[in-house]
């Protein structure tokens, strides 16, 4: 199993994170599907409650050039559905990933939350862990996602920067 804990500097409030970036169309469609080149992003349902949000989405990555043994596993498409909790009262995103590929022997869930606000920005928090149990790539494969999870979350931080920043709502 691996585990990662990334940590992001946001210019905005912890408010306007949640609500205008997190739970909007505008901002994920421009961040998976304009920034991270991912050629599906597409919410299947979403509530809100007075204690807490869900939504469940469907994605589709891009493959990339992939190892031979991960290529003939996966093939030429992958995708995923991301299933996510968001506690009002607690301020944390719960998510737990379902991929297309090996569906009953990978696991990946984590969650996200703000702290350390200094006046100018917090930091987003991102615990996520990752376990592939195929025998012969499993740990080829928690690799990959962990090296992809990282990337993806550095490009994210730039992009919820600089959305913050046209949408007028940045600290900077």
């Not at 599906?40 to 979403?46: C, D, H, S, T, W």
């Not at 987003?124 to 494969?141: A, M, Q, T, Y």
Request: some cysteine; overall charge neutral; glycine content about 10%.
């Amino acid at each position: 199993m691996a585990e990662v804990v990334l940590r992001h500097e946001i210019f905005c409030t912890e408010e306007d994170y949640w609500n205008k970036c997190v739970w909007t169309r505008e901002f994920n469609e421009g961040l998976y599907v304009k920034t991270l080149g991912f050629p599906r992003y597409e919410v299947q349902g979403e509530t809100d409650g007075a204690d807490g949000r869900t939504r469940r989405t469907f994605i589709e990555p891009p493959v990339g050039a992939l190892p031979g043994p991960l290529k003939k596993a996966v093939g030429d498409k992958l995708s995923y559905v991301e299933e996510a909790t968001f506690s009002k009262t607690k301020r944390i995103y719960e998510f737990k990933v379902i991929p297309s590929a090996f569906p009953e022997k990978t696991k990946v869930w984590g969650n996200l939350f703000c702290e350390k606000w200094n006046g100018k920005s917090f930091t987003r928090v991102s615990k996520i862990n990752v376990e592939v149990k195929v025998f012969g790539i499993g740990g080829l494969v928690e690799d990959r996602i962990m090296d992809d999870l990282r990337r993806s979350y550095d490009a994210g931080e730039k992009f919820t920067n600089d959305f913050a920043t046209a949408g007028g709502f940045s600290t900077r």
